[in-house]
Structures are given as structure tokens and as C-alpha cells.
């Protein structure tokens, strides 16, 4: 039987009474830390391909511009958690390794950026404060530690109904309000969403010879970690087409590997900053 820490009831009665407030979020952080180990947090807000705002983390300094400014200048386009937010995922927990790509360890987005974060595993509250907008709460084990044990993750499934009931309310006005990018501690800076990027045109940036509709499909799901039998099953073609493809897009970009493709998405990404 899954026990919670008597601190539990204390600790979410204050992250309550804060509803709608800057320390609601913090308040909400500290309760969860009482029934589960974790080293770092964020909670993302993420609406269409706008840039992901971000509605409070306690990174420290040294490491915030890779978990928060890198990952909003462009390379969330690839991230497992924006991709099921965009594909609206249930609302409950989930972990980045249950929602990613088959062959997402291997990709180059993971060895190139992903892996920088240093991260033994990340573990996501979806919610829907409004139709068009998803919440996701993040927890994340540093490297130093395992994966969440099967213990703490029973816990956090326990209490997940309260967790996203609870955000939800406290989120629900987002819609309506302007938002910018929040800084620490969740107190958001006045003015426009962040506008967002869109990945077919950044594959239209990348070389002289246009690439079809569908070559930018089969080099999105590429860059994200799929694999060709798996691009093959979501776009319902032969892996055959699919490696015809990825051969197209190799020749009209004038390269060789999936290495030289995210070089070429990082590129676009600089030169649209």
C-alpha cells in the first residue's frame, strides 16, 4: 500500500491557499519534494508552436540558459514533451522516455542538446487550463541519481488528480492574459506571447532546392528520434519511401548524415535570432 508523508496534506493546504497567486507554483514544488526526489523543476506552458512559456523554475543559474533560454530559441520543435502537447496527450504523468521517439536516445537532437542537460530522467504533469493551451510540470532527476523508483512514481500517480485539478484552476486565466517569458520564482514580464517557429519553414531555409511537403515531414520526424520504420508507420508509407526520402533530402541539402541535418537546423535557428 502507497503511503503519503503526513507533511504531504500541509504542504498542498499551503500550495492551495496560494491559488492564482506568483507563489502558488513554488508552494505546489515544495509538496511534491516531500513525496518524491527530485533536483531540479520547471512548468512550461505550451500553445501551438509558440515558444513554450515558462511559468516558474528553480534552476540555478549556471544551468538556466540550457534547460530554459537554448530550449526556447528553437530546440523544443524536437522535444517529446511538446510534441504530446501538440498531439494532446491524456492529462497525467508521463515520462519523457514513455512519449519519445524509438530511436530518441540515438538522435542527434538527443546528443547534441538533450544529453547537455545532464538529466538521469524527466517526468511531466500534463493539464489543460483552456482547449488551446497545455501545462506541463516537470520534474527532473539530475545525473547523478536513477530513474524515479517505482515507489515515488506510485505516489506521484496518487496525488496526480489533485496536482492537475488544482493547476488547472490556477492557470485557467492564461488564455486571456498577456504572457511573456516568466522568469524565477514565476512572476511573468509584461508583453506579447513569444511568437513561434515554424519547422517546415526552417527546412525551407536550409538550402537552395525547396524540399516537398512531404520530405519536410519524413526530416521533422528525422531530427525528433524516429526511426524509418517508425516514420514509415505514423505517415502510412512503405520504409522503403521513407529511406527514398530521406535520400531526396540528403542530395537537395548537400549532405550526408542526420549530424549535418541538425547542423543545418541549428544554423536556421541562429540566423532567425
Known amino acids: 500500500m502507497t503511503v503519503l508523508d503526513p507533511r504531504w496534506h500541509e504542504n498542498l493546504a499551503a500550495a492551495l491557499a496560494a491559488l492564482e497567486t506568483p507563489e502558488f507554483a513554488p508552494a505546489l514544488i515544495h509538496a511534491l519534494a516531500g513525496i518524491a526526489e527530485f533536483d531540479f523543476s520547471v512548468i512550461f506552458g505550451y500553445r501551438g508552436e509558440g515558444r513554450p512559456i515558462d511559468l516558474y523554475d528553480d534552476f540555478p543559474s549556471a544551468r538556466r540558459d540550457v534547460f530554459v533560454a537554448d530550449y526556447q530559441a528553437g530546440p523544443y520543435l524536437l522535444d517529446p514533451f511538446y510534441h ?13 522516455r514513455e512519449l519519445a521517439p524509438d530511436r530518441f536516445y540515438q538522435s542527434q537532437y538527443y546528443r547534441s542538446y538533450y544529453a547537455k542537460t545532464g538529466l538521469a530522467e524527466e517526468i511531466g504533469f500534463f493539464l489543460s487550463p483552456s482547449p488551446d493551451l497545455t501545462v506541463v510540470i516537470s520534474l527532473m532527476r539530475d545525473g547523478h541519481r536513477t530513474l524515479f523508483p517505482a515507489r ?41 506571447l513569444p511568437s513561434g517557429l515554424d519547422l517546415a519553414k526552417l527546412f525551407d531555409a536550409f538550402g537552395q532546392r525547396p524540399l516537398t511537403r512531404r520530405e519536410r515531414e519524413v526530416g521533422g520526424l528525422v531530427l525528433r528520434g524516429h526511426s524509418s520504420e517508425a516514420i514509415a508507420r505514423q505517415l502510412k508509407i512503405a520504409p522503403g519511401t ?3 526520402h530521406r535520400k531526396n533530402i540528403y542530395a537537395k541539402l548537400g549532405i550526408a548524415s542526420q549530424a549535418e541535418l541538425f547542423s543545418l537546423f541549428l544554423s536556421s535557428l541562429a540566423g532567425r535570432s
Open 84 to 96: 504530446a502537447s501538440r498531439t494532446r496527450v491524456p492529462s497525467g504523468l508521463h515520462r519523457v
Open 152 to 192: 515515488e512514481m506510485s505516489r506521484l500517480q496518487m496525488v496526480a488528480p489533485v496536482v492537475i485539478a488544482a493547476s488547472e484552476r490556477n492557470w485557467r486565466k492564461l488564455e486571456a492574459e498577456p504572457a511573456g517569458p516568466v522568469g524565477v520564482g514565476g512572476r511573468a514580464e509584461k508583453g506579447a
Open 242 to 244: 521513407v529511406k527514398i
